[in-house]
Every structure is written in structure tokens, then in C-alpha cells.
């Protein structure tokens, strides 16, 4: 119960601090297995996103957490868990030694999760970034789209999030954001890891425009 109040406050400040607009240009929201792929420029994106979705989607649609940074106090360790219901994933683990077994697969906790069934929501940028258009996308959406090819790839911009809590700031600025939900992006047959990964990254640039 208090997961599920903490949630609707949580989403009532979210939206009267940004609008939380959601756009759908290309597909309309459905419960459907969908991994949603977007730019990442602040912290925020993963509740942006969720505070987006229509509320019979967010109950199936986990984010995926950097751990280092959700979990490091108790309190985001517990929203991200208990109100999000957030996959971590590990940013930073650092390379095998030689000759020793490499570490876990960092895909590993979202492979679970979809194969559980559950929608995902990802950051292919793999970190923030601050320049006008998104990083190079990194390989992970490219495996996925290869190990679940009847999960729905769909694309999303988000907009002016970055600006609601600017670097170095702790009072967040009141401003209209939105996120735009584009077309689904599919995996050719045959298609190459990089080629597709900028199609991806191209499908979501397009949308800053719409």
C-alpha cells in the first residue's frame, strides 16, 4: 500500500512539474510486450517515461536502473524496487583479469525480465549525455531485438527533462516536458549490429521533430 501511494504522489508531482505529456505518432499505446528505447539526458528519464505510460502499461513495464546510482541510498533503492519495480543493470563492471572467467552478462537481469514477460524501458546511450542528439546506441538493443525478435521495439524522445533539474541544482525548475512515442523499429532479416543500431538511433531523432 505504501508503494502504491508513494507512487501516486509521486506521479502527481512528476505531472505538475512537467506536464508529463505523452504523444503517440506511429503506434498507440497496447499492452503488448514492447521494449521502449530512449534518449538519455537526466536521471529523471526513468520516471518521465513511466509517468508517461497510461497506468495499465506501467504496471507491466519495468525500467531498467543503473545500480550505482539507484541503489546507493536505501530510500532510491526502495522506490526503484518497490514503486518502479526497476531492472538494475551494472554500468561500471570492470573487465576480467586475464585468465580469469569473465564477470556476469550485463543484459542478463533484462533477459529475465522479458523473458518473464514484462515490457522494458532502456537507455542505449548507456550513460547520460549532454549534446543536442543522442551517443552512438550501444550493443545491447541490437541482442535483444536478436534474442526476443516478437518483442516491440518502440522508439521514444524525450524532451526538456534535463532542463526540470539542471546540473548542480536541488530545487527543480517547473517546465512542460513530454515524450513522444515514434513507430516500432524492427531487426531485418540478416541486418548488421551498427546499421541497425542507427536506424534505432535515427528513429529516435526523428522524433524531436514531430
Not at 24 to 39: M, S, T
Not at 58 to 83: G, H, L, M, Q, S
Not at 111 to 126: H, R, T, V, Y
Request: glycine letters at 6%.
Amino acid at each position: 500500500m505504501l508503494a502504491k501511494l508513494t507512487g501516486w504522489l509521486l506521479l502527481g508531482v512528476v505531472r505538475l512539474l512537467t506536464g508529463a505529456q505523452a504523444r503517440w505518432y506511429g503506434c498507440p499505446p497496447k499492452a503488448e510486450q514492447r521494449i521502449y528505447f530512449a534518449n538519455h539526458q537526466s536521471h529523471a528519464d526513468l520516471v518521465m517515461i513511466w509517468a508517461a505510460l497510461p497506468e495499465e502499461l506501467r504496471t507491466i513495464t519495468r525500467p531498467i536502473a543503473a545500480r550505482d546510482y539507484w541503489a546507493n541510498t536505501p530510500f532510491k533503492r526502495w522506490i526503484t524496487t518497490e514503486v518502479f519495480n526497476a531492472v538494475y543493470v551494472e554500468r561500471a563492471a570492470p573487465p576480467a583479469a586475464e585468465g580469469e572467467p569473465p564477470g556476469p552478462d550485463p543484459l542478463a537481469p533484462l533477459i529475465e525480465a522479458l523473458k518473464s514477460g514484462d515490457s522494458i524501458i532502456i537507455f542505449p546511450e548507456g550513460t547520460r549525455g549532454f549534446a543536442t542528439e543522442p551517443q552512438k546506441f550501444k550493443s545491447g538493443l541490437f541482442s535483444l531485438a536478436t534474442l526476443f525478435p516478437d518483442v516491440v521495439l518502440v522508439p521514444a524522445w524525450i524532451e526538456n527533462i534535463q532542463r526540470v533539474m539542471p546540473k548542480g541544482e536541488v530545487v527543480p525548475v517547473p517546465i512542460l516536458c513530454s515524450v513522444t512515442f515514434g513507430a516500432p523499429v524492427q531487426l531485418a532479416p540478416g541486418e548488421e549490429r551498427r546499421p541497425f543500431l542507427d536506424r534505432a538511433r535515427d528513429a529516435v531523432i526523428a522524433l524531436r521533430s514531430v
